[in-house]
């Protein structure tokens, strides 16, 4: 393959700590999981994260925190607002946890949520909005943090694709009240497989630590306010408070990410220069509508749009660049609403859902990862200028 769309961010350091771990014989989470953790927080500024082993799982795990606050937890048959792009298990957790999912349509060029249409899906029953910021590119995130804290909404921001990024100088990850990552191997950071969940409310860190390992109390401080702890340590020890899962990740994925915690910088910068290289080819072509910055994006990959103004198919630029051997696929999960699964949900659109269906029918993307791309993009460029025309 010429131009894959992913790529390993793995060196001899990472290869190193394979060793060391099986060195010190603890497999299971322990120390490096809570170095990388405290690393991650101090990195994006954030007062707590919690790792676990995978981005979905942080999602779920989040999730479920919202339900078992002490005040206004969220309940079932609550709304929550969605982009019509996203993962599908951005959605799932809402699905299991029985939320009625309001879905809005996304902007054309950023790929994200269309903030201008919140007030739209606004109802007495709107509890939470789901921010994500698609394949890098940070989403409206300052109006949605302003649409929750005046309508007094929950802002979970899905932030799976975007580490790194950053509008205004703020991490993106860190503007909900509770945010989730994904170390998986492409993405930002890898530690093949894991998540990690980012809050500043000690109360959701806790429950989410919690629910991390089976609903147990292990790990949560004695101050801690999601429990009061009792005088028989034989039953403490085992004690249970909250139907949990175990989202556990391992002792190797923490320290991969600790190791990994120390590239991001250079790894991040890697992705911007060949960025600039893709943005200086494609960007001017009314024929390509590629993802628009907003704020500083982290750069997932590169999306093309064929231009729905142009009467070339997808399929024709998709044949070109399989004999070129580069390869791409759909835009994360295309709109989420053409999917089969959809008819499990309780969920209604607000306004007309065009350009999500756009994106899923003229949309792909092909990778970017830190490595030197300029001579994938040039031909990536060259195969995509003849093919449609
Ligand atoms: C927006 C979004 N949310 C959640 C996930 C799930 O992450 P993971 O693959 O680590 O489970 C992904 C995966 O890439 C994603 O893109």
């Not at 994500?132 to 943090?145: D, F, K, Q, Y």
Request: net charge negative; aromatic share 12%; with cysteine.
């Amino acid at each position: 393959m010429f131009y894959p769309l992913s790529s390993n961010s793995w060196d001899k350091e990472e290869a190193e700590v394979f060793q060391q771990v099986l060195k010190k014989g603890r497999f299971t989470m322990g120390e490096n999981v809570k170095k990388f953790e405290s690393a991650f927080s101090l990195k994006f500024g954030v007062p707590y994260a919690l790792m676990v082993s995978s981005g979905s799982m942080a999602n779920l795990v989040a999730l479920s925190a919202l339900f078992y606050k002490k005040e206004h937890p969220l309940e079932r048959g609550d709304e929550v607002i969605v982009p019509s792009i996203s993962w599908a298990t951005t959605y799932y957790p809402l699905q299991q946890f029985g939320l009625k999912l309001k879905f809005l349509d996304v902007e054309l060029d950023t790929l994200n949520i269309d903030a201008t249409r919140l007030e739209d899906a606004l109802t007495s029953k709107t509890r939470m909005v789901v921010a994500v910021s698609i394949l890098g590119n940070p989403c409206a995130l300052n109006t949605l943090r302003s649409f929750c804290n005046q309508h007094k909404l929950y802002l979970f921001e899905d932030n799976c694709e975007s580490m790194g990024a950053t509008l205004d100088s703020k991490a993106c990850g860190t503007f909900g009240d509770i945010g989730t990552f994904s170390t998986f191997f492409s993405h930002h950071i890898s530690t093949m497989e894991g998540g990690v969940i980012a809050t500043e409310d000690e109360e959701i860190y806790h429950l989410a630590k919690s629910l991390r390992a089976h609903g147990w109390t292990r790990d949560i401080p004695l101050d801690s306010s999601i429990y009061k702890k009792e005088n028989d340590d034989f039953y403490e020890s085992y004690r249970f408070i909250l139907p949990g899962y175990n989202a556990r990740p391992l002792e190797l994925s923490g320290a991969l990410g600790i190791e990994q915690l120390k590239k991001v910088d250079s790894l991040l910068d890697i992705r911007r220069q060949n960025a600039r290289i893709f943005v200086s080819l494609f960007g001017e072509d009314e024929r390509f509508i590629i993802q628009k910055e907003n704020g500083i994006s982290s750069w997932f990959s590169f999306t093309i749009l064929l231009n729905p103004n142009l009467s070339v198919e997808r399929s024709q630029a998709i044949r070109a660049l399989r004999q070129a051997e580069i390869e791409f696929r759909i835009i994360t999960g295309g709109c989420f609403l053409r999917h089969d699964v959809i008819r499990y949900f309780d969920y209604e659109t607000v306004g007309d859902i065009v350009n999500a269906n756009i994106i899923h029918d003229r949309g792909f993307f092909v990778g970017n990862y830190p490595k030197d791309l300029r001579l994938q993009i040039e031909k990536f460029w060259k195969v995509l200028d003849s093919a449609v025309r």
